[in-house]
């Protein structure tokens, strides 16, 4: 077993429609890699193509933090727009194995 040291922020919320959603996730009004993001994964319910979760990825818990905040502000401008209600949490990762 490995043990790492990663820091996720989590964030799910539902959408209006996945293009138009996706369409401003790739425009990165944030600057992802700017602000520290190593990769992401985007994961959607099968049950509910109306809903995404999104994992991103940092090196420090720093990074993660003003990632949200800058998300929250971002958010202001296309909540009910594009999407709604956020839920967003941080996350380290305590072990990883191959099985």
Known sequence: MEKENEIHLQIEHKILGFDQWKKAFEADP????????????????????????????????????????????????VEGKIMMNPDTRIIGLVEKAEV
Not at 47 to 73: M, W
């Open 30 to 77: 944030i600057n992802r890699k700017k602000a520290g993001v190593l990769r992401y994964k985007i994961f959607r319910p099968l049950n509910d193509p109306n809903y995404v979760i999104i994992d991103l990825e940092f090196r420090n818990l720093k990074e993660a933090e003003d990632t949200l905040a800058s998300l929250r502000e971002l958010w202001k401008d």
